[in-house]
């Protein structure tokens, strides 16, 4: 694992994080970015691919995409016998890899290493780490065999969107289907495209990311996700009651995952006070090539929640300016960043966990590689903290899930 610094943030980046926006003139966020999306377009492509058809510019982004949508794929569980709350995770007596993951069974049983799960798997000095630069990075979370499966399930989901078929609906956002109300990303699975037409079959080149319900329809990531592992990572990093928020796939093609600019994930995966956390898991080594993730360390303290993302009526997704700034644990408002952040480069090997706090500023660069990078997300908040009803990740109905 190499850390290199890539560059500052630029003027337009950061106006892009602020999300901006002019109100004269936003039929679809055209001036503000979204979180996890290159940035703002007039116009952008359809989920559904019609040849010869750019008129896509009709309805807002779903958070963590890139763009606005006439069209949306979602993704169904096509593993009948398996039903996410029947899933069991069992430990072994194993002691090899520090990471804690030893297989994942067909029918999505996690077996677990034992004694490296044990409540204080971090150390103090991880702990540390964690606090003063907002993030820390454990290779080896999980084996080859372990990824294998992985990566597995998440190629077979794209094969499955591409071709269609069993398990995969196609909804019709345009208006000319009758729909009325943008379906909900949270708890399911629905597939969103790069912004190129250049591949004889755009469906499976062109994806750009799963979510932001794929642990809650995959068995093998629902498995990794409630892994005991996890659960004690985040105890020992002080959550009590950890919550998840949303889980995504994030493909980053070979030659075609595309820029995502700086962001927090903390404005998405709100919580007053701020208490985001994102397990950030590498299924394929992530290198400057191929768009690995940057970070800017330390500014989670620098730098403060200015905006939360709320779900109107019609399902679409609108940035709100908070109140006043919310400031992480440990953060002072005279510590606030007056010039441009600099970014380091995490290039890390296939199994690597990141975890990152929900107010680090992060980016990624365009894959320009011949490797694609794959990459399985999750957030998480305390559920001591106060969640909106109208957070767009809040549930239409019942609580956020456990971690537990």
Same mark, same amino acid.
């Given at each position: ?165 069993? =398990? &995969?609906?196609? +909804? ?5 289907? $009758? *729909?009325?109300?943008?379906?909900? !990303? ?68 070979? =030659? &075609?995952?595309? +820029? ?5 994930? $903390? *404005?998405?995966?709100?919580?007053? !006070? ?131």
């Amino acid at each position: 694992m190499a850390s290199l610094i890539v560059g500052r943030e630029s003027s337009v980046e950061r106006e892009h994080r602020r999300g901006n926006q002019d109100d004269e003139n936003d039929d679809n966020n055209k001036n503000g970015a979204i979180p996890h999306t290159f940035g703002a377009y007039n116009h952008v492509t359809e989920v559904e691919y019609v040849p010869g058809n750019d008129n896509n510019n009709k309805n807002g982004a779903i958070p963590h995409t890139f763009g606005a949508y006439n069209h949306v794929t979602e993704v169904e569980n096509l593993n009948r016998k398996t039903h996410h709350h029947e899933m069991t995770l069992k430990t072994t007596a194993n002691h090899c890899n520090p990471g804690g993951v030893h297989n994942v069974t067909d029918g999505g049983t996690l077996h677990l290493r034992g004694e490296d799960l044990l409540r204080g798997i971090l150390t103090q000095a991880q702990r540390e780490s964690y606090n003063k630069d907002g993030y820390i990075i454990l290779p080896g979370a999980f084996d080859d065999s372990q990824g294998t499966n992985l990566l597995e399930e998440a190629r077979n989901v794209i094969k499955r969107i591409s071709t269609g078929g069993e =398990g &995969i609906t196609r +909804h019709d956002m345009s208006g000319s289907g $009758g *729909a009325k109300k943008r379906p909900s !990303p949270i708890g399911r699975v629905l597939a969103t495209f790069e912004p190129d037409k250049s591949s004889p079959n755009p469906f499976e080149r062109r994806i750009a990311r799963l979510g932001l319900g794929v642990h809650q329809k995959l068995p093998t990531f629902r498995a990794l996700t409630h892994s005991a592992f996890n659960r004690s990572v985040a105890e020992s990093l002080g959550y009590s009651d950890p919550r998840i928020t949303q889980s995504q796939l994030i493909a980053k093609l070979a =030659g &075609i995952g595309g +820029h995502l600019v700086p962001h927090q994930d $903390g *404005a998405v995966s709100f919580s007053d !006070p701020p208490s985001a956390m994102t397990f950030w898991y590498a299924l394929e080594d992530s290198t400057l090539e191929n768009g690995c993730l940057c970070v800017a360390k330390g500014s989670h303290l620098t730098t403060p929640l200015r905006q939360r993302l709320i779900k109107l009526e019609d399902g679409f997704p609108k940035f709100v300016d908070l109140e006043k700034p919310l400031w992480a644990k440990g953060a002072h408002e005279g510590d606030a960043v007056t010039g441009d952040n600099e970014y380091e480069a995490l290039e890390v090997k296939k199994g690597t966990l990141i975890l990152f706090h929900g107010n680090l500023m992060h980016k990624s660069e365009a894959n320009k590689s011949e490797k694609s990078r794959m990459a399985y997300t999750f957030s998480v908040i305390d559920g001591r903290a106060e969640c909106p009803e109208d957070s767009y990740v809040k549930p239409e109905a019942g609580d956020l899930e456990s971690l537990s």
